[in-house]
């Protein structure tokens, strides 16, 4: 990543609600990167990317319209890790070149400080692209009902979802800040408000 700006690397599992946690930093104006919106704009239709993927996984990962079926190619991949690392292959590069054109932006505009949002930051092995990681986690059960009612999903749907990731007890272990948001709203912000200040100390930010 670019040097300039601090880059704190914010990470965690399924429906642990990590978008709710970039949310208190966005309402104090600082960046956030979106590495799920990076890999939706890496797919858009004539990128490379897309191109490549179609390739790779044949033209019935489109739909009528030319648009990328996230559906049926998660279906392809859910169960095949060779198809999965293939896919991350592709994508990987591309938001990678997004993420630093935006670190880039973000450094020439004065920020200090940027989160780098990306639900698979560990698995990638791109730590070393981060300054810092927070990992946002949850308690088990409270994963599996947010999960549920999310996605409006059965138990067993649910629980097959979340044995497919990295266990959030071993995330837990790569962070320099674990942020559990196992409880309230206002519980996290508290616990947010404290982690932001000894980030900052006397910044503005």
Excluded: C
Aim: glycine residues 8%.
């Amino acid at each position: 990543m670019p040097s300039g700006i601090r880059v704190i690397g914010l990470t965690g599992g399924i429906a642990v609600g990590k978008s709710s946690v970039a949310l208190f930093f966005e309402e104090r104006g600082i960046p956030v990167i979106d590495a799920d919106q990076l890999a939706r704009d890496a797919v858009l239709p004539g990128t490379p990317a897309l191109d490549q993927i179609v390739s790779h996984f044949g033209r019935e990962v489109l739909t009528h319209d030319g648009v990328l079926d996230r559906k049926r190619l998660g279906s392809l991949i859910f169960t095949d890790p060779e198809k999965r690392r293939e896919l991350e292959g592709i994508l990987h590069p591309e938001i990678r070149k997004q993420a630093e054109e935006l670190i880039v932006q973000a450094a020439a505009a004065g920020h200090q400080r940027l989160i780098y949002m990306a639900p698979l930051l560990i698995e990638a092995g791109a730590i070393d692209r981060v300054d810092d990681l927070w990992v946002v986690t949850v308690r088990p059960e409270i994963q599996l009902e947010r999960l549920m009612r999310r996605d409006g999903i059965s138990r067993e749907q649910a629980q097959r979802i979340v044995d497919s990731q990295m266990p959030l007890s071993e995330k837990e272990r790569y962070g320099t800040v674990v942020i559990d948001n196992s409880g309230t709203k206002e519980q996290t912000r508290m616990f947010l408000e404290t982690v932001w200040a000894r980030e900052t100390g006397s910044s503005n930010e």
